[in-house]
């Protein structure tokens, strides 16, 4: 073998940084031992792996359809050394979720995992949806767990489990305590909502659809609990999932309200690279998040007529 696995986790830190340096920072070397790994890798096989455009580096065609092999070769040494150390169940997992997951799912399945496996340690990244897969896609973050539909040829996208979204109004508010909503209800209101790019936001585009560009739309927020407390100050009415709101409808700062007509329903997704590698760690962590979601959706509790 005439490449080794430091010149690798140089090629991968490159191509991540777009710089020599950032990349020898990452990986706790000088930039010259950097610069010199990097050199020597490409003059070995008499290849060029990047373009110099300035002090960037660039990955070109080749250097690309290298990544993901690369990739998939430094995650399987990590995990042959967890072997060695008797950790092989557990290692290092880049977990990246949607907000609501991430607040409300993640969390005690980390927890969970780590009781389960307790050499393992989850770095848990919490952005939109758009964000997630740009870094999954990346090979930024292991596994992703989102929100909102997804086609990608580069991604594999797999089911995990039901979620229902839900609608809701401060107890003032003038729809509140109606039975059902028309779609004349649902024009006449004024809108809290996620932004664009989140998996929410999906949701509910796809659930008015037809309505849409007749809907009065106030305010577009990116935070959960931002919804949540501006439609409690009577800013307008809201869409969440159902899980994020649990607590605001027991404590009656909040009340649900149904358009039963329409389609609520939603799944969430696993996403990964197609060219990842899935080490024993990502397998467990997928298994649990299975595990946890089974039979949860029922717990939620339907709304009238639905």
Known sequence: ??????????????????????????????????????????????MQLFDRIGKRLQLNDFGKSLRPRAEALLSQSREFEQLLLRQGEAGQIKVGATLTIGNYLAVPIMAEFMNRYPGARILLTVENTASI??????????????EGELQDDSLNVIPWRDDE??????????????????????????????????????????????????????????????????????LGVGCLSRITLQEAFMRGSLLPLYAPHRDWMRRFYFIMHKQKYRSAGITNWINLCQEEGADKFSAYGPGPDQ
């Not at 790994?37 to 490409?42: D, G, I, P, Q, S």
């Not at 999954?136 to 767990?145: A, H, P, Q, Y």
């Not at 790019?197 to 560009?213: A, N, W």
């Open 165 to 234: 979204l839900c609608l809701f109004c401060a107890p003032t508010h003038e729809l509140a305590g109606r039975p059902t909503l028309s779609d004349e209800d649902l024009l006449s209101a004024e809108w809290i909502l996620r932004e664009t790019g989140s998996g929410t936001r999906q949701g509910f585009d796809r659930s008015v659809y037809g309505l849409l560009p007749q809907m009065d739309i106030r305010l577009e927020l990116q935070h959960t609990e931002a919804i949540k407390r501006a439609v409690e100050a009577g």
């Open 1 to 46: 073998m005439h490449y080794t696995l430091r010149q690798i986790e140089v090629f991968l830190a490159t191509a991540w940084h777009e710089n020599v340096s950032l990349a020898a920072e990452s990986l706790s070397m000088s930039q010259s031992a950097a610069s010199a790994a990097l050199k020597e890798f490409e003059q070995r096989y008499d």
């Open 133 to 146: 897969t740009q870094k999954v896609r990346n090979f930024e973050l292991d596994i992703g767990l989102i």
